[in-house]
Protein backbone atom coordinates (compact mmCIF):
# COMPACT_ATOMS: atom_id res chain seq x y z
CA UNK A 1 0.00 0.00 0.00
CA UNK A 2 2.54 2.29 0.93
CA UNK A 3 4.93 1.91 -2.77
CA UNK A 4 1.72 2.72 -4.37
CA UNK A 5 1.16 5.86 -2.54
CA UNK A 6 4.52 6.73 -3.12
CA UNK A 7 4.12 6.47 -6.61
CA UNK A 8 0.85 8.23 -7.04
CA UNK A 9 2.70 11.68 -5.13
CA UNK A 10 6.20 10.78 -7.53
CA UNK A 11 3.51 11.08 -10.26
CA UNK A 12 1.57 14.19 -8.83
CA UNK A 13 4.97 15.93 -8.05
CA UNK A 14 6.52 15.25 -11.66
CA UNK A 15 2.93 16.38 -13.23
CA UNK A 16 3.16 19.89 -10.93
CA UNK A 17 6.43 20.27 -11.98
CA UNK A 18 5.77 20.37 -15.59
CA UNK A 19 2.22 22.28 -15.53
CA UNK A 20 4.69 25.39 -13.57
CA UNK A 21 6.77 24.95 -16.29
CA UNK A 22 5.13 27.24 -18.31
CA UNK A 23 6.81 28.50 -21.59
CA UNK A 24 5.41 30.08 -24.58
CA UNK A 25 6.53 28.53 -27.61
CA UNK A 26 4.84 29.41 -31.18
CA UNK A 27 5.93 27.28 -33.00
CA UNK A 28 3.18 24.48 -32.53
CA UNK A 29 0.63 27.39 -34.60
CA UNK A 30 3.18 27.07 -37.46
CA UNK A 31 2.26 23.30 -37.84
CA UNK A 32 -1.43 21.77 -39.08
CA UNK A 33 -2.22 21.08 -35.62
CA UNK A 34 -1.85 24.20 -34.03
CA UNK A 35 -3.31 26.10 -37.24
CA UNK A 36 -6.22 24.29 -37.40
CA UNK A 37 -7.45 24.79 -34.21
CA UNK A 38 -6.93 28.31 -34.72
CA UNK A 39 -8.73 28.02 -37.50
CA UNK A 40 -11.41 25.95 -35.62
CA UNK A 41 -11.41 28.62 -32.86
CA UNK A 42 -12.46 31.48 -35.17
CA UNK A 43 -15.31 29.05 -36.80
CA UNK A 44 -16.65 28.26 -33.49
CA UNK A 45 -17.10 32.25 -32.91
CA UNK A 46 -18.67 32.51 -35.73
CA UNK A 47 -21.22 29.68 -35.42
CA UNK A 48 -22.88 30.60 -32.21
CA UNK A 49 -22.97 33.93 -32.92
CA UNK A 50 -24.66 34.10 -36.42
CA UNK A 51 -26.96 31.94 -34.63
CA UNK A 52 -27.49 33.45 -31.30
CA UNK A 53 -27.26 37.06 -32.04
CA UNK A 54 -29.98 36.96 -34.40
CA UNK A 55 -33.82 38.98 -33.69
CA UNK A 56 -36.27 39.88 -36.38
CA UNK A 57 -39.86 39.93 -37.29
CA UNK A 58 -42.81 39.06 -39.35
CA UNK A 59 -45.11 41.70 -40.57
CA UNK A 60 -48.89 41.37 -42.24
CA UNK A 61 -51.05 43.64 -43.50
CA UNK A 62 -54.69 43.42 -42.27
CA UNK A 63 -58.22 44.97 -43.44
CA UNK A 64 -61.36 45.12 -42.61
CA UNK A 65 -64.04 46.68 -45.25
CA UNK A 66 -66.04 48.87 -44.69
CA UNK A 67 -64.97 49.16 -41.02
CA UNK A 68 -61.14 50.07 -41.80
CA UNK A 69 -60.30 50.23 -45.57
CA UNK A 70 -56.98 51.40 -44.93
CA UNK A 71 -54.38 48.38 -44.51
CA UNK A 72 -52.51 48.20 -40.87
CA UNK A 73 -49.23 46.47 -40.37
CA UNK A 74 -48.97 43.72 -37.44
CA UNK A 75 -46.01 42.88 -36.27
CA UNK A 76 -44.58 39.40 -34.59
CA UNK A 77 -40.80 39.65 -33.49
CA UNK A 78 -38.99 36.82 -32.86
CA UNK A 79 -35.24 35.50 -32.26
CA UNK A 80 -33.01 33.26 -30.85
CA UNK A 81 -33.76 30.65 -28.87
CA UNK A 82 -36.77 31.15 -31.76
CA UNK A 83 -39.64 29.87 -29.37
CA UNK A 84 -41.91 30.90 -31.78
CA UNK A 85 -45.22 29.84 -29.99
CA UNK A 86 -44.27 32.74 -27.31
CA UNK A 87 -43.94 35.35 -30.07
CA UNK A 88 -47.16 37.25 -30.60
CA UNK A 89 -48.40 39.50 -32.82
CA UNK A 90 -48.36 43.44 -32.25
CA UNK A 91 -50.76 45.80 -33.88
CA UNK A 92 -50.15 49.56 -34.36
CA UNK A 93 -49.80 51.26 -30.58
CA UNK A 94 -52.84 52.77 -29.81
CA UNK A 95 -55.16 51.39 -32.39
CA UNK A 96 -58.14 48.87 -32.50
CA UNK A 97 -57.57 46.68 -35.72
CA UNK A 98 -61.00 45.07 -36.87
CA UNK A 99 -61.84 44.63 -33.44
CA UNK A 100 -59.37 41.63 -33.21
CA UNK A 101 -57.26 40.71 -30.18
CA UNK A 102 -54.09 40.48 -32.10
CA UNK A 103 -51.90 39.87 -28.67
CA UNK A 104 -53.26 36.81 -28.40
CA UNK A 105 -52.25 35.35 -31.59
CA UNK A 106 -48.70 33.73 -31.68
CA UNK A 107 -46.18 31.87 -34.36
CA UNK A 108 -46.45 28.37 -34.56
CA UNK A 109 -43.49 26.26 -33.68
CA UNK A 110 -40.54 25.58 -30.91
CA UNK A 111 -37.35 25.03 -32.05
CA UNK A 112 -35.48 26.04 -29.28
CA UNK A 113 -34.23 22.61 -28.29
CA UNK A 114 -32.03 22.79 -32.11
CA UNK A 115 -31.13 26.26 -31.65
CA UNK A 116 -30.23 25.87 -28.08
CA UNK A 117 -28.18 22.66 -28.74
CA UNK A 118 -26.44 24.37 -31.90
CA UNK A 119 -25.08 27.26 -29.80
CA UNK A 120 -24.51 25.45 -26.58
CA UNK A 121 -22.25 23.60 -28.43
CA UNK A 122 -20.49 25.68 -30.14
CA UNK A 123 -19.58 27.80 -27.32
CA UNK A 124 -17.95 24.33 -25.53
CA UNK A 125 -16.05 23.95 -28.66
CA UNK A 126 -14.83 27.69 -28.38
CA UNK A 127 -13.54 26.78 -25.11
CA UNK A 128 -12.01 23.38 -25.44
CA UNK A 129 -10.03 25.12 -28.22
CA UNK A 130 -8.75 27.66 -26.07
CA UNK A 131 -7.72 24.85 -23.41
CA UNK A 132 -5.92 23.11 -26.58
CA UNK A 133 -4.28 26.02 -27.87
CA UNK A 134 -3.00 26.60 -24.43
CA UNK A 135 -1.55 23.13 -23.95
CA UNK A 136 0.14 23.41 -27.17
CA UNK A 137 1.66 26.63 -27.07
CA UNK A 138 2.63 26.82 -23.47
CA UNK A 139 3.04 23.19 -22.38
CA UNK A 140 4.78 21.61 -25.65
CA UNK A 141 6.97 19.55 -23.85
CA UNK A 142 4.17 18.08 -21.60
CA UNK A 143 1.66 17.38 -24.52
CA UNK A 144 4.46 15.49 -26.54
CA UNK A 145 5.64 13.62 -23.61
CA UNK A 146 2.84 12.18 -22.75
CA UNK A 147 0.71 9.16 -24.14
CA UNK A 148 -2.42 10.06 -22.74
CA UNK A 149 -3.26 14.10 -23.47
CA UNK A 150 -2.74 12.99 -27.50
CA UNK A 151 -4.76 10.29 -26.95
CA UNK A 152 -7.55 12.13 -25.68
CA UNK A 153 -7.40 14.65 -28.00
CA UNK A 154 -8.22 12.78 -30.23
CA UNK A 155 -11.09 11.12 -28.97
CA UNK A 156 -12.60 14.62 -28.16
CA UNK A 157 -11.78 15.42 -31.84
CA UNK A 158 -13.67 12.59 -33.25
CA UNK A 159 -16.57 12.98 -30.64
CA UNK A 160 -17.00 16.67 -31.68
CA UNK A 161 -16.94 16.20 -35.81
CA UNK A 162 -19.66 13.83 -35.31
CA UNK A 163 -21.77 16.42 -32.60
CA UNK A 164 -21.23 18.85 -35.66
CA UNK A 165 -22.51 16.70 -38.17
CA UNK A 166 -24.99 16.13 -35.66
CA UNK A 167 -26.20 19.52 -34.35
CA UNK A 168 -26.04 21.46 -37.56
CA UNK A 169 -28.18 18.92 -39.20
CA UNK A 170 -30.73 19.37 -36.87
CA UNK A 171 -30.43 23.23 -36.88
CA UNK A 172 -30.06 22.98 -40.74
CA UNK A 173 -33.46 21.43 -40.71
CA UNK A 174 -34.98 23.88 -37.42
CA UNK A 175 -33.96 26.49 -39.98
CA UNK A 176 -36.41 25.32 -42.79
CA UNK A 177 -39.28 25.08 -40.67
CA UNK A 178 -38.40 28.52 -38.98
CA UNK A 179 -38.71 30.27 -42.44
CA UNK A 180 -41.93 28.27 -43.19
CA UNK A 181 -43.48 29.25 -40.03
CA UNK A 182 -42.59 32.87 -40.19
CA UNK A 183 -43.19 33.49 -44.59
CA UNK A 184 -46.57 33.65 -46.42
CA UNK A 185 -47.88 31.06 -44.92
CA UNK A 186 -48.64 32.23 -41.63
CA UNK A 187 -51.80 34.29 -43.10
CA UNK A 188 -53.33 30.82 -43.66
CA UNK A 189 -53.09 29.84 -40.10
CA UNK A 190 -54.12 32.90 -38.76
CA UNK A 191 -58.17 32.31 -38.04
CA UNK A 192 -59.16 36.24 -37.92
CA UNK A 193 -57.37 36.14 -41.82
CA UNK A 194 -59.88 32.98 -42.32
CA UNK A 195 -63.02 34.89 -41.68
CA UNK A 196 -63.66 38.84 -41.66
CA UNK A 197 -60.16 40.18 -41.67
CA UNK A 198 -58.76 40.43 -44.87
CA UNK A 199 -54.92 39.46 -44.43
CA UNK A 200 -51.74 39.71 -46.51
CA UNK A 201 -47.93 38.75 -46.11
CA UNK A 202 -45.80 41.82 -45.86
CA UNK A 203 -42.19 41.02 -45.10
CA UNK A 204 -39.93 38.92 -43.05
CA UNK A 205 -36.31 39.95 -41.90
CA UNK A 206 -33.64 38.07 -44.05
CA UNK A 207 -32.34 35.26 -42.45
CA UNK A 208 -29.12 35.94 -44.10
CA UNK A 209 -27.08 35.79 -40.86
CA UNK A 210 -28.88 32.63 -39.92
CA UNK A 211 -27.53 31.21 -43.04
CA UNK A 212 -24.28 31.69 -42.29
CA UNK A 213 -24.22 29.60 -39.13
CA UNK A 214 -25.19 26.69 -41.12
CA UNK A 215 -22.09 27.34 -43.29
CA UNK A 216 -20.07 27.85 -40.16
CA UNK A 217 -21.88 24.43 -38.61
CA UNK A 218 -20.00 21.93 -41.76
CA UNK A 219 -17.17 24.42 -42.02
CA UNK A 220 -16.29 22.78 -38.43
CA UNK A 221 -17.09 19.36 -39.10
CA UNK A 222 -14.90 19.78 -41.81
CA UNK A 223 -12.13 21.15 -39.75
CA UNK A 224 -12.75 18.96 -37.12
CA UNK A 225 -12.32 15.87 -39.08
CA UNK A 226 -9.75 16.98 -41.27
CA UNK A 227 -7.61 17.96 -38.12
CA UNK A 228 -8.28 14.31 -36.67
CA UNK A 229 -5.66 13.06 -39.00
CA UNK A 230 -2.89 15.67 -37.39
CA UNK A 231 -4.03 14.98 -33.62
CA UNK A 232 -3.93 11.06 -34.29
CA UNK A 233 -0.37 11.30 -35.83
CA UNK A 234 0.53 12.62 -31.90
CA UNK A 235 -1.02 9.28 -30.58
CA UNK A 236 0.59 6.50 -29.99
CA UNK A 237 -1.97 4.48 -32.48
CA UNK A 238 0.08 5.38 -35.13
CA UNK A 239 3.43 5.20 -33.65
CA UNK A 240 3.80 3.34 -30.64
CA UNK A 241 7.30 5.21 -29.85
CA UNK A 242 5.99 8.31 -30.36
CA UNK A 243 7.34 9.51 -27.23
CA UNK A 244 10.45 8.98 -27.75
CA UNK A 245 10.97 9.47 -31.58
CA UNK A 246 10.98 12.52 -33.25
CA UNK A 247 7.50 13.64 -34.53
CA UNK A 248 7.11 13.23 -38.11
CA UNK A 249 5.80 16.49 -40.36
CA UNK A 250 1.80 17.69 -38.88
CA UNK A 251 2.23 17.59 -35.31
CA UNK A 252 3.80 19.78 -32.48
CA UNK A 253 7.46 20.27 -32.67
CA UNK A 254 9.79 19.94 -30.02
CA UNK A 255 10.31 23.43 -28.38
CA UNK A 256 13.55 24.72 -28.98
CA UNK A 257 16.40 24.01 -27.07
CA UNK A 258 15.43 20.11 -26.77
Same mark, same amino acid.
Given at each position: ????? %? ?29 ? /? ?63 ? *??? @? ?11 ? %? ?16 ? %? ?11 ? @? ?13 ? *??? =?? =?? *?? /????? +? ?23 ? =? ?8 ? #? ?7 ? +?? *? ?6 ? %? /??? #? @? ?21
Amino acid at each position: MAPNI %YLVRQRISRLGQRMSGFQINLNPLKEPLGFI /KVLEWLASIFAFATCGGFKGQTEIQASCPPKVTENKTITAVFGYPFRLNEASFQPPPGVNVCDVN *WKS @LVLIGDYSSSAQF %YVTFAVFVFLYCIAALLL %YVGYTSLYLDSRK @LPMIDFVVTLVVTFL *WLV =ST =SA *WA /KALTD +IKIATGHNIVQELLPCKKEVLCYFG =SVTSMGSLNV #SVIFGFLNM +IL *WGGNAWFV %Y /KET #S @LHSPSNTSAPHSQGGIPPPAGM
